[in-house]
């Protein structure tokens, strides 16, 4: 039960983290398609969902490792 | 816990939901993480993890939760034992205390009306024979209620199960996907076209039938994906589940909504959504075939273990099951049977077939006196024998664990592997985003062309935009990069040659003895034992002054009595012969008065009123003996190739005896072959350099360590890893233990089936030094294998990568498409699969039956002179 307790507050401590970093992947994306030339709005808005859907793919696990890392420490 | 277990020791537990390298480099470093963990290695085709650790510190469920936190986990097993003698409720609590305090059971419960004890437990740390002890130990009987499964039958289920379902995947996936595949290419189809309904290539029917398949079949790397990242691993499952998903992502939003502006209903890539998924199934599959087969060598030795015993209590025969045998039981055996466990025979006579466990082709002879091995089957006669080793401690039981904890080890090279595979997964991701980004604002602009097409394919891009040609470049390449294959391309060829090996009396310790093994230079072989049979006998005896009077008028007889009076308490092979020489001829051996052995020189008694010394030049000289006498008969023999002794009496040289042992049979033969490999031939003896020139002669070595003291053996070894050489030792693996952990490679011959005591990293049951060729062949083939292998999961990642990014499409306008590198990585999965496959085809070059020269020649016979030494 501590266990179960421990994780859902180290996933909850991670998704903070990612999270932001994942969308401001996507948003510097869709930032940069939008000034840098003429893309179509689903082109813009597509490219911005797959950067910030593989964004997340490559935080999360990080994060999570080492918010869990962290918070073993402490114990 | 049970408290009493202070020290390190070893488990390995079973790990569920591994797939990959990747995975196996997450549960290690779960587990190493862990206080009081000193090692771990996983091995993916095992699927187990063995384990080091100070298990005061840290229990078997703190493992299991450090598994189950990273995403995997390490299942249990269930057993009912019929508990007798209960009686009362605290019968039941010592029988649930009793089970529960043995580590690896997670929980008993006892139900006192049914007399029974349902067991939950981790297969591998604990045993039903360790449950049924501890119950007897409390005061009760435990008997196991079913045969239910053993771990090699649960372990076997599993595998099976988890090939039965990729299979089922396989063909679900396959067989629509075909479907999808005559459906998207009906305009190119021909004549072939009036066979196939039209409707099959409307795209929203192919969008129908890829959609079970992304669903179905493919829902296993969606779920497993999601539970990794939540545990915050990432594993090759990510990487089809993103390649998957996203194909079919755009494929649904541009057959429903073709004018959103992803590239409309020519960009559907249904196709590539369902063949990715079959063609990874595909090397799932053959990844489960895969792990399925390579541990045949363990189950075909477990299954030489008989389940019953026919145990004899007085008079009447009882059948019990095997491992309830005791040690001094009293065992019959029929003919046909095999051999339930260790023993003498005490009665009886018959002929063993021992081939399965010692390679030996010819049944063995037992008599009374003689040893019978577990598993061994009895051919023609019935005899009776006691039982001596049994359980853990059986020939047997020592060889599975032996190959099994190999197979379980990792080699350097593999270590590399799982590190590159564990760490290439986010590098993977992180490359895919730069491929996106950049065709996003530069590719597409510069070098896009409508009229270009997938490799391999007449299927044009067409009116694919910016965003689904940039989508598909970056979904290419993670497919392309995944090597799914390098998880199995190390451990499965080490366990298909840590079995091949075995089957011909090899046994590598772990697999870095492999690895050690194919990049051996130098072999150094003990003489005494090793080339030699170990057991020499007398073949001359010399007198001092011919013709002269003799030093208190010593025949060749009292030359003899004297030494083999002196050698009557040693231990030494040359003592030995001296001691049967004398016996032979008759000759009376008394007990010393006083006794010393002066190991490297010879030995010192006093007897008869007499100062005695018997040994070497070394001795000889430090107590000042003057042997010139003797000396010109004593380099005439060793030019032979014997060992001479010199006897002085009081103070003064009496005479000599010289002592011959004869090469062992195939001796030359294995020399021969082992420089036809490329190998350095170098003989290590304590014997004088004459001696061992001569023996060295004979066989063909190019190099003599003579004169070595046993306790500069190791040294001696030294020196040449030194001059920078990969050395192996070959000898006795109790004597020789400091020389053979000295070097790179320690090779124990003549073991017997006494496995556990030996030192070395490679164990030779037999005493014969042909092995000691088929270790090096088993070797060199296993690790050709390895590498062709790791060839094979790499290469296509290698060529892939930069040809999914798009690297040539500038100048060829050729793309790959999703599905033909969902292909690729296929066919590198069969790549491994059938390498390894290949290598049950080896056969060492010395066990083909073809006599050779040397063979036929047969090893030299000494000759039997007495005669007077010249000079005094």
């Given at each position: ?5 421990l994780?859902?507050g ?33 082109a813009?808005i ?6 910030g ?10 994060v999570?490792?080492?918010?869990k ?6 114990e | 816990?049970n408290a ?8 390995s ?9 990747s995975?196996?480099?997450?549960v290690?470093?779960?587990?190493s ?16 993890a ?13 493992m299991?939760?450090?598994?189950a ?50 067991v ?11 449950m ?24 076997r ?13 396989l ?11 005559i459906?998207t ?8 076209r ?17 959609t ?9 790397f969606?779920a497993?994906?999601w ?9 090759m ?23 959103a502006?992803?590239g ?7 196709e ?11 090397g ?7 792990r399925?087969r390579?541990?045949?060598a ?29 040690v001094?039981?009293?065992l019959l ?34 008599k009374?006196?003689d040893p ?15 039982a001596t ?15 099994e904890?190999?197979?379980?080890s ?6 590399l ?5 564990g ?19 530069f ?6 062309d ?12 067409g009116?694919?935009g ?5 989508l ?19 451990p ?8 091949k ?19 051996l ?22 007198m001092?002054?011919a ?10 007889q009292?030359?003899?009595?004297l ?12 003592g ?15 007990d ?53 002794m010199?006897?002085?009496v009081?103070?003064r ?6 002592v011959?042992?004869?090469l ?22 304590g ?16 190099r003599v ?6 306790q ?9 890893q030194a ?11 109790v004597n ?9 490679v320690?090779?124990a ?16 049951i ?14 060199k083939?296993?690790?050709r ?10 290469f ?24 033909l ?30 006599q ?8 030299e016979q ?9 000079g005094?």
């Open positions: 039960m501590e266990g179960e307790v994780d859902r180290i996933a909850r401590r991670a998704a903070r983290i990612y999270l932001p970093l994942a969308t401001a992947a996507a948003l510097l994306f869709l930032i940069a398609a939008s000034l840098g030339g003429e893309y179509p709005a689903v813009r597509g490219g911005a969902v797959w950067v859907t593989l964004s997340l793919i490559v935080s999360m696990p990080v999570t490792a080492r918010v890392a962290r918070a073993r420490r402490r | 816990m009493s277990r202070l020290t390190d020791s070893t488990i537990l079973p790990v569920q939901g591994m797939t990959c390298a995975c196996v480099s997450h290690e470093g779960a587990l993480e862990l206080p009081g963990v000193s090692q771990v290695v996983v091995n993916l085709a095992t699927g187990k063995t384990i080091e650790r100070d298990s005061s510190r840290v229990t078997i469920e703190d299991r939760q450090a598994v936190d990273v995403g995997y986990s390490v299942p249990t097993a269930e057993i009912t034992l019929d508990v007798r003698g209960m009686t009362c409720a605290s019968c039941v609590a010592h029988v649930e205390g009793a089970l529960t305090d043995l580590e690896g059971v997670t929980a008993a419960v006892v139900n006192l009306g049914l007399g029974t004890a349902r939950t437990y981790v297969p591998g740390p604990v045993a039903v024979s360790q049924k002890r501890a119950v007897r130990e409390a005061g009760y009987e435990a008997l196991e209620r079913s045969q239910g499964l053993d771990a090699l039958d649960r372990e289920q599993a595998r099976e199960e988890e090939i039965r379902r990729q299979g089922r995947n063909v679900i996936a396959g067989a629509v996907g075909l479907l999808v595949m459906g290419f009906y305009d190119m189809l021909g004549p072939l009036s066979w196939i309904p039209e409707w099959l290539s409307y795209k929203w029917v192919i969008g129908l039938l890829t079970p398949i992304v669903l179905g079949p493919g829902r296993q969606f497993n994906s539970r990794g990242l939540r545990h915050g691993v990432t594993d499952n990510l990487l089809y589940a993103t390649g998957i998903g996203a194909a079919y992502g755009i494929a649904v939003i541009n057959t429903l909504f073709p004018q502006g992803f409309g209903e020519g960009a559907t890539f249904f590539s959504a369902a063949l990715l998924t079959a063609f990874i199934v595909l799932r599959w053959l990844e489960a075939l895969t399925g390579t541990s045949e363990i189950r075909k030795l477990m299954k030489l273990q008989p389940k019953l015993a026919r145990v004899l209590r007085g008079t009447a025969e009882e059948e019990i099951p095997a491992d309830e045998v005791q001094g039981d009293l055996l029929r003919p046909g049977e095999s051999v339930a466990v260790d023993g003498l025979v005490e009665e009886g006579y018959s002929a063993v077939d021992e081939s399965m466990l010692t390679g030996e082709s010819l049944p063995v002879e037992k009374a006196g019978v091995i577990g598993g061994t089957l009895n051919k023609t006669g019935a005899f009776k024998f006691r080793r049994v359980g853990k401690e059986t020939a047997l039981a020592q060889i599975i664990k032996l190959v904890d190999a197979q379980a990792k080699a350097p090279i593999q270590k592997a799982d590190w590159v595979a760490h290439f997964i986010l590098g993977v991701h992180i490359l895919a985003v730069v491929v996106f980004v950049f065709w996003f604002f590719g597409y602009r510069l070098y896009f409508p009229a270009s097409s997938f490799i391999l394919s007449p299927y044009r891009l009116e694919i910016v965003f689904g040609f940039s598909l470049l970056s979904v290419t390449v993670l497919v392309i990069s995944c090597p799914c294959a390098v998880g199995l391309a190390t499965s060829a080490m366990m298909a040659g840590t079995g090996a075995a089957e011909y009396g090899v046994l590598f310790k772990a697999a870095q003895a492999i690895e050690n093994t194919s990049k230079q130098t072999l150094i072989f003990d003489k005494t034992g090793t080339l030699t049979r170990g057991e020499p006998s007398v073949t001359d005896v010399l001092a002054g013709g002269e009077a003799e030093p208190g008028g010593l025949t060749a009292d030359i003899l009595r030494a083999a009076s002196a050698e009557k308490n040693s231990e030494h092979p040359l030995e012969a001296i001691v049967r020489g004398a016996r032979e001829r008759g000759v009376e051996v008394s010393p008065v006083r006794f010393e052995s002066i190991p490297g020189h010879g030995v010192e008694a006093a007897l008869q009123g007499h100062a005695v010394l018997l040994g070497n030049r070394r001795l000889m000289g430090q107590r000042a003996v003057d042997i010139g006498g003797l000396v010109e008969q004593a380099e005439r023999l060793e030019g032979e190739g014997k060992t001479v010199f006897l002085a009081d103070g040289p009496a005479g000599l005896i010289a011959a042992d004869t062992k049979e195939h001796s030359r033969e294995a020399i021969q072959q082992l420089h036809r490999l490329g190998l350095e031939v170098a003989m290590i003896t014997d004088n350099a004459r001696t061992a020139q001569a023996i060295a002669r004979q066989v063909g070595i190019d360590l003579a004169e070595v003291l046993p500069d053996k190791a040294e001696e070894i030294k020196k040449l001059l920078g050489k990969r050395v192996a030792m070959v000898g006795d693996g020789d233990a400091p020389a053979l952990a000295q070097s790179d320690g090779m011959i003549g073991s017997g089936t006494d496995v556990a005591k030996e030192t070395g990293d490679v164990i030779l037999k005493d014969d030094l042909r092995d000691v060729v088929v270790a090096l062949e088993a070797a083939a296993t690790m294998k390895v590498k062709q292998n790791l060839f094979w999961a790499f296509y990642n290698i060529l892939g990568i930069p040809i999914g990014a798009g690297l040539l499409y500038p100048v060829l306008r050729l793309v790959v498409s999703p599905e590198a969902g292909a690729m990585m296929a066919v590198s999965s069969v790549s491994v699969t059938l390498n390894t496959l290949l290598l049950r085809r080896f056969r060492p070059s010395l066990r083909s039956g073809r050779t020269q040397a063979e036929a020649q047969g090893p000494p000759r039997w002179v007495t005669e007077p030494a010249a005094g």
